[in-house]
């Protein structure tokens, strides 16, 4: 089973408008961590926004809003007013915790978001 | 504060030869991950660093090594490259193990002729 799922490979959003791009996660691990990166076509890899396992409010970094739901292991980024700079692809993350073999990482397949003037 | 950097950022090698590309973390992080993107495969995990010692490799074949020095920079070596090795490698650093960011820096281009 994959361990990072993004099913919408392509998005497309009015400017000023939100945006929510989905993210589901499979792991049995207690402890984890949930990030989202924004790469744009220039290749660099943008921090946006962590979720850990064990945090009771969803996240917010400025724009950006991470929709925890644990019990659907989902964690869906919201992304508020839309700008045309946020055109770009968008991954999911997810770090599992485990104490006695170290971290795993795993990315899901992306989201290309186009913002429409 | 600079940010994580890369060297080289672009590379031209032949199939059989052995690369060597290195990362230096923002100053203070500890922790240093790697990873390789191709547009087949993604973004898949290489080895995870932190005090000089890997801590989890992902599932990659031996000729993928690392390694990572007192000062938290890291190097990964890939030896006996093949064309499938082309990629762009990314390097992340965080404070440590449980950090609630990682920042990445802007990748090595690799292309196996």
């Known amino acids: 089973a994959q361990k990072i799922t993004q099913t919408q490979p392509g998005m497309f959003v009015q400017e000023k408008e939100a945006v929510t791009l989905d993210c589901t996660y499979d792991t049995s691990d207690p402890s984890y961590g949930l990030f989202w990166y924004k790469q744009p076509s220039s290749g660099e890899m943008i921090f946006l926004i962590y979720?850990?396992?064990?945090?009771?409010q969803n996240a917010t970094e400025g724009r950006y809003s991470l929709n925890f739901q644990k019990a659907r292991k989902s964690a869906n980024l919201v992304i508020s007013a839309s700008q045309l700079g946020d055109s770009a692809m968008y991954f999911c993350?997810?770090?599992?915790?485990?104490?006695?073999?170290?971290?795993?990482?795993?990315f899901g397949t992306g989201t290309s978001l186009t913002v429409i003037p | 504060k600079a940010g994580v950097t890369q060297t080289p950022r672009y590379l031209i090698k032949t199939r059989g030869q052995q690369v060597t590309l290195s990362c230096s973390p923002i100053s203070g992080h500890r922790s240093v991950s790697w990873y390789q993107q191709t547009p087949g495969q993604g973004l898949q995990f290489l080895f995870e660093?932190?005090?000089?010692?890997?801590?989890n490799k992902g599932n990659f074949p031996g000729r993928f090594s690392g390694r990572q020095f007192s000062n938290s920079r890291s190097e990964m070596n890939v030896s006996t490259l093949e064309l499938g090795d082309s990629a762009l490698y990314l390097c992340?650093?965080?404070?440590?193990?449980?950090?609630?960011?990682?920042?990445f820096g802007p990748g090595t281009r690799l292309l196996v002729l």
């Open positions: 992340a650093s965080s404070l440590d193990r449980r950090s609630a960011s990682q920042y």
């Open positions: 993350a997810m770090r599992e915790e485990v104490s006695n073999t170290g971290n795993q990482f795993y």
């Open positions: 660093y932190f005090s000089e010692t890997q801590r």
């Open positions: 979720q850990g396992s064990y945090d009771q």
